[in-house]
Nanobody
Framework: QVQLQESGPGLVKPSQTLSLTCTVS??????????WSWIRQSPGKGLEWMGA???????YYSPSLKSRTSISRDTSKNQFTLQRSSVTPGDTAVYYC??????????????WGQGTQVTVSS
Protein backbone atom coordinates (compact mmCIF):
# COMPACT_ATOMS: atom_id res chain seq x y z
CA GLN A 1 0.00 0.00 0.00
CA VAL A 2 1.20 3.47 -0.83
CA GLN A 3 2.15 5.65 2.11
CA LEU A 4 3.20 9.29 2.10
CA GLN A 5 5.07 11.14 4.81
CA GLU A 6 5.76 14.86 5.00
CA SER A 7 8.89 16.18 6.65
CA GLY A 8 10.52 19.53 7.18
CA PRO A 9 10.82 22.39 9.64
CA GLY A 10 7.85 23.29 11.76
CA LEU A 11 8.88 26.92 12.16
CA VAL A 12 10.05 29.28 9.43
CA LYS A 13 10.86 32.96 9.73
CA PRO A 14 9.18 35.52 7.49
CA SER A 15 10.98 36.16 4.19
CA GLN A 16 12.72 32.79 4.33
CA THR A 17 12.07 29.77 2.14
CA LEU A 18 9.95 26.87 3.30
CA SER A 19 11.12 23.47 2.12
CA LEU A 20 9.13 20.30 2.68
CA THR A 21 9.75 16.77 1.50
CA CYS A 22 7.24 14.03 0.82
CA THR A 23 8.64 10.53 1.08
CA VAL A 24 6.65 7.87 -0.75
CA SER A 25 6.76 4.18 0.07
CA UNK A 26 4.90 1.24 -1.41
CA UNK A 27 4.75 2.80 -4.86
CA UNK A 28 6.86 4.73 -7.32
CA UNK A 29 6.38 8.41 -8.07
CA UNK A 30 7.09 7.57 -11.71
CA UNK A 31 4.14 5.19 -12.04
CA UNK A 32 1.66 6.02 -14.80
CA UNK A 33 -0.63 7.95 -14.47
CA UNK A 34 -0.45 9.50 -11.03
CA UNK A 35 -0.07 13.08 -9.90
CA TRP A 36 1.69 14.03 -6.69
CA SER A 37 0.31 17.12 -5.01
CA TRP A 38 0.92 19.53 -2.20
CA ILE A 39 -2.15 20.83 -0.37
CA ARG A 40 -2.38 23.06 2.67
CA GLN A 41 -5.01 24.08 5.19
CA SER A 42 -4.83 27.33 7.12
CA PRO A 43 -6.71 27.84 10.39
CA GLY A 44 -10.39 28.34 9.72
CA LYS A 45 -10.01 27.77 5.99
CA GLY A 46 -10.57 24.90 3.64
CA LEU A 47 -8.03 22.88 1.76
CA GLU A 48 -5.96 24.78 -0.78
CA TRP A 49 -4.29 22.90 -3.59
CA MET A 50 -0.86 24.36 -4.22
CA GLY A 51 0.55 22.36 -7.08
CA ALA A 52 1.54 18.95 -8.34
CA UNK A 53 4.19 17.03 -10.18
CA UNK A 54 3.23 14.17 -12.43
CA UNK A 55 4.75 10.80 -13.26
CA UNK A 56 6.97 12.39 -15.92
CA UNK A 57 8.13 15.29 -13.77
CA UNK A 58 5.90 17.94 -15.30
CA UNK A 59 4.71 20.52 -12.78
CA TYR A 60 1.42 22.34 -12.30
CA TYR A 61 0.67 25.21 -9.93
CA SER A 62 -2.20 27.14 -8.47
CA PRO A 63 -2.18 30.50 -10.27
CA SER A 64 -2.37 32.38 -6.98
CA LEU A 65 0.72 30.65 -5.59
CA LYS A 66 2.92 29.82 -8.54
CA SER A 67 5.15 32.89 -8.41
CA ARG A 68 6.78 31.73 -5.18
CA THR A 69 6.12 28.00 -5.28
CA SER A 70 8.24 25.27 -6.78
CA ILE A 71 7.81 21.49 -6.81
CA SER A 72 10.54 19.06 -7.75
CA ARG A 73 11.35 15.39 -7.31
CA ASP A 74 14.14 12.96 -6.66
CA THR A 75 13.23 9.67 -8.27
CA SER A 76 16.23 7.89 -6.76
CA LYS A 77 14.81 8.60 -3.31
CA ASN A 78 11.16 8.34 -4.34
CA GLN A 79 10.58 11.80 -2.94
CA PHE A 80 9.09 15.05 -4.11
CA THR A 81 9.58 18.43 -2.53
CA LEU A 82 7.85 21.75 -2.05
CA GLN A 83 9.61 25.08 -1.86
CA ARG A 84 7.77 28.25 -0.96
CA SER A 85 9.92 31.37 -0.99
CA SER A 86 9.51 34.68 0.84
CA VAL A 87 6.99 33.27 3.26
CA THR A 88 4.66 35.38 5.38
CA PRO A 89 2.43 34.54 8.35
CA GLY A 90 -0.26 33.83 5.77
CA ASP A 91 1.68 30.71 4.83
CA THR A 92 1.08 29.23 8.27
CA ALA A 93 -0.83 26.02 7.68
CA VAL A 94 -0.87 22.27 7.86
CA TYR A 95 0.82 21.00 4.73
CA TYR A 96 -0.10 17.71 3.10
CA CYS A 97 1.24 15.69 0.23
CA UNK A 98 -1.06 13.40 -1.69
CA UNK A 99 -1.35 11.03 -4.62
CA UNK A 100 -4.23 11.19 -7.05
CA UNK A 101 -5.21 10.30 -10.58
CA UNK A 102 -6.03 13.94 -11.31
CA UNK A 103 -3.98 17.10 -11.14
CA UNK A 104 -5.96 19.27 -8.73
CA UNK A 105 -6.78 17.78 -5.33
CA UNK A 106 -8.90 19.46 -2.67
CA UNK A 107 -10.62 16.53 -0.99
CA UNK A 108 -9.45 13.51 0.96
CA UNK A 109 -10.52 11.00 -1.64
CA UNK A 110 -7.04 9.78 -2.44
CA UNK A 111 -3.83 8.80 -0.68
CA TRP A 112 -2.64 11.51 1.70
CA GLY A 113 0.12 11.97 4.20
CA GLN A 114 -0.75 12.78 7.78
CA GLY A 115 0.21 16.43 7.34
CA THR A 116 2.82 18.59 8.98
CA GLN A 117 2.28 21.89 10.78
CA VAL A 118 4.30 24.84 9.54
CA THR A 119 4.26 28.13 11.41
CA VAL A 120 5.71 31.31 9.95
CA SER A 121 6.77 33.59 12.76
CA SER A 122 9.69 35.72 13.82
Amino acid sequence: QVQLQESGPGLVKPSQTLSLTCTVSGGSITTNYYYWSWIRQSPGKGLEWMGAIDYNGMTYYSPSLKSRTSISRDTSKNQFTLQRSSVTPGDTAVYYCARANRIVVTTRDDCWGQGTQVTVSS
